[in-house]
C-alpha cells in the first residue's frame, strides 16, 4: 500500500503547465510540513504534483504560504544530469488537495468584538440574557 496524508503551507506559488501531446493540466507545488516532536521549529519539505482539473484549481487558487491538505502517494523517479550524474527524487502525486483557508483570509481565531463586525457572515453574538441555549 502507498499512501501519505500531509498538511502544510505552500513554500511557493504554483507551477502550472500542460501535457504537449495531450494537453493534460499539470501543477507543481512545494509544501512545508512542520515536525510536531523537535525541540527547535523544523519543517519537512515535500513536492507535490496534481494532474487535470485539481491542478487547475490548484493554480488559481493557492498561492505562497496557503495551507493545505494532500492526499495521494509517493513516487520515486531518477534521472541523469548531463555531466553524468546520477539523481533521484521523491515526490507526491496528489489524488486530492483541499484548501484550508480562505483565498484572501487568515483566520484570526477572535471572530467577537462590540459591534459584531467581524463574525463570519451567517453567524451572530449570543445576548447575555438569552437563557435558551439548546445544549
Known amino acids: 500500500m502507498n499512501s501519505v496524508i500531509l498538511i502544510g503551507r505552500l513554500t511557493r506559488d504554483p507551477e502550472l503547465r500542460y501535457i504537449p501531446n495531450s494537453g493534460t493540466a499539470v501543477t507543481n507545488f512545494t509544501i512545508a510540513v512542520d515536525r510536531p516532536f523537535a525541540k ?3 519543517a519537512d519539505f515535500f ?7 485539481s491542478a487547475e484549481n490548484c493554480s488559481n487558487y493557492l498561492s505562497k504560504g496557503r495551507q493545505v491538505a494532500v492526499a495521494g502517494r509517493l513516487q520515486n523517479n531518477n534521472y541523469e544530469t548531463q555531466s553524468g550524474e546520477k539523481r533521484y527524487t521523491t515526490e507526491i502525486i ?16 477572535n471572530y467577537q468584538d462590540d459591534n459584531n463586525d ?4 451567517g453567524f451572530q453574538a449570543l445576548e447575555d440574557d438569552d437563557e435558551e441555549i439548546p445544549f
Open 40 to 42: 527547535e521549529k523544523t
Open 47 to 53: 513536492r507535490v504534483v496534481v494532474f487535470g482539473k
Open 94 to 109: 496528489a489524488d486530492r488537495v483541499e484548501f484550508l483557508e480562505p483565498k484572501d483570509k487568515r483566520p484570526s481565531g
Open 118 to 121: 467581524s463574525l463570519p457572515e
